[in-house]
Nanobody
Framework: QVQLVESGGRSVQAGGSLRLSCAVSGFTMDNYRMGWFRQAPGRDREFVVGINWSGNIVRYADSVQGRFTISRDNAKKVMYLQMNSLKPDDTAVYYC?????????????????WGQGTRVTVSS
Protein backbone atom coordinates (compact mmCIF):
# COMPACT_ATOMS: atom_id res chain seq x y z
CA GLN A 1 0.00 0.00 0.00
CA VAL A 2 1.40 3.33 -1.07
CA GLN A 3 1.68 5.88 1.69
CA LEU A 4 3.20 9.32 2.00
CA VAL A 5 3.02 10.72 5.52
CA GLU A 6 3.97 14.29 6.24
CA SER A 7 4.97 15.50 9.69
CA GLY A 8 6.58 18.48 11.36
CA GLY A 9 3.97 21.12 10.81
CA ARG A 10 3.08 23.39 13.70
CA SER A 11 2.61 27.02 14.66
CA VAL A 12 5.66 29.24 14.59
CA GLN A 13 6.40 32.94 14.69
CA ALA A 14 7.56 34.88 11.66
CA GLY A 15 11.28 34.57 11.15
CA GLY A 16 11.35 31.10 12.64
CA SER A 17 12.22 27.75 11.10
CA LEU A 18 10.59 24.38 10.65
CA ARG A 19 11.59 21.10 9.11
CA LEU A 20 8.92 19.02 7.47
CA SER A 21 9.34 15.34 6.77
CA CYS A 22 7.64 13.05 4.29
CA ALA A 23 7.98 9.35 4.99
CA VAL A 24 7.11 7.05 2.12
CA SER A 25 6.21 3.39 1.92
CA GLY A 26 4.76 0.99 -0.60
CA PHE A 27 6.94 2.04 -3.53
CA THR A 28 10.59 2.38 -4.43
CA MET A 29 11.41 5.97 -3.69
CA ASP A 30 14.55 5.90 -5.85
CA ASN A 31 12.35 5.64 -8.93
CA TYR A 32 10.27 8.70 -8.15
CA ARG A 33 10.80 12.40 -8.38
CA MET A 34 9.31 14.13 -5.38
CA GLY A 35 7.76 17.46 -4.61
CA TRP A 36 6.22 19.69 -1.99
CA PHE A 37 3.07 21.67 -2.59
CA ARG A 38 1.05 23.86 -0.27
CA GLN A 39 -2.47 25.13 0.00
CA ALA A 40 -3.30 28.27 1.93
CA PRO A 41 -6.84 28.92 3.20
CA GLY A 42 -9.09 29.94 0.34
CA ARG A 43 -6.42 29.44 -2.30
CA ASP A 44 -5.46 26.80 -4.82
CA ARG A 45 -2.75 24.30 -4.10
CA GLU A 46 0.57 25.59 -5.36
CA PHE A 47 3.99 24.23 -6.17
CA VAL A 48 6.73 24.83 -3.61
CA VAL A 49 9.70 22.72 -4.67
CA GLY A 50 10.58 19.58 -6.61
CA ILE A 51 13.55 17.24 -6.56
CA ASN A 52 14.77 14.62 -8.98
CA TRP A 53 15.54 10.98 -8.29
CA SER A 54 19.04 11.42 -6.93
CA GLY A 55 18.53 14.83 -5.40
CA ASN A 56 21.02 16.73 -7.52
CA ILE A 57 18.40 18.72 -9.44
CA VAL A 58 15.99 20.92 -7.55
CA ARG A 59 13.39 23.44 -8.66
CA TYR A 60 11.98 26.05 -6.26
CA ALA A 61 9.04 28.39 -6.52
CA ASP A 62 10.23 31.99 -6.58
CA SER A 63 8.38 32.68 -3.33
CA VAL A 64 10.55 30.25 -1.35
CA GLN A 65 13.86 30.42 -3.22
CA GLY A 66 16.67 31.09 -0.78
CA ARG A 67 14.57 30.30 2.29
CA PHE A 68 13.49 26.69 1.80
CA THR A 69 15.69 23.66 1.14
CA ILE A 70 14.51 20.30 -0.04
CA SER A 71 16.44 17.08 0.46
CA ARG A 72 15.82 13.37 0.24
CA ASP A 73 17.25 10.22 1.74
CA ASN A 74 16.30 7.34 -0.52
CA ALA A 75 17.80 4.77 1.83
CA LYS A 76 15.60 5.98 4.69
CA LYS A 77 12.67 6.65 2.34
CA VAL A 78 12.23 10.16 3.65
CA MET A 79 12.09 13.59 2.06
CA TYR A 80 12.60 16.80 3.98
CA LEU A 81 11.71 20.44 3.62
CA GLN A 82 13.78 22.83 5.71
CA MET A 83 11.95 26.13 5.95
CA ASN A 84 13.78 29.18 7.26
CA SER A 85 12.83 32.84 7.60
CA LEU A 86 9.19 31.89 7.64
CA LYS A 87 6.59 34.51 6.79
CA PRO A 88 2.85 34.68 7.48
CA ASP A 89 2.34 34.08 3.75
CA ASP A 90 3.88 30.62 4.22
CA THR A 91 0.85 29.60 6.29
CA ALA A 92 -0.68 26.60 4.54
CA VAL A 93 -1.17 22.88 4.57
CA TYR A 94 1.95 21.34 3.05
CA TYR A 95 1.69 18.22 0.94
CA CYS A 96 4.36 15.89 -0.36
CA UNK A 97 3.91 14.08 -3.63
CA UNK A 98 5.67 11.53 -5.81
CA UNK A 99 5.83 11.04 -9.57
CA UNK A 100 7.25 8.20 -11.64
CA UNK A 101 6.79 10.09 -14.87
CA UNK A 102 8.61 12.82 -16.74
CA UNK A 103 6.01 15.55 -16.63
CA UNK A 104 6.50 19.08 -15.43
CA UNK A 105 7.48 18.73 -11.80
CA UNK A 106 5.85 22.08 -11.03
CA UNK A 107 2.37 20.85 -11.95
CA UNK A 108 0.03 18.79 -9.80
CA UNK A 109 -1.03 16.65 -12.74
CA UNK A 110 2.47 15.18 -12.96
CA UNK A 111 2.19 13.44 -9.61
CA UNK A 112 0.95 9.93 -8.92
CA UNK A 113 0.78 9.86 -5.14
CA TRP A 114 -0.01 12.42 -2.46
CA GLY A 115 0.17 12.65 1.28
CA GLN A 116 -2.57 13.98 3.54
CA GLY A 117 -0.72 17.15 4.45
CA THR A 118 0.70 18.82 7.52
CA ARG A 119 -0.38 22.25 8.68
CA VAL A 120 2.03 25.13 9.08
CA THR A 121 0.90 28.36 10.69
CA VAL A 122 3.18 31.38 10.79
CA SER A 123 2.11 34.24 13.00
CA SER A 124 3.35 37.80 12.74
Amino acid sequence: QVQLVESGGRSVQAGGSLRLSCAVSGFTMDNYRMGWFRQAPGRDREFVVGINWSGNIVRYADSVQGRFTISRDNAKKVMYLQMNSLKPDDTAVYYCAATSGFGNIRTMDAYDFWGQGTRVTVSS
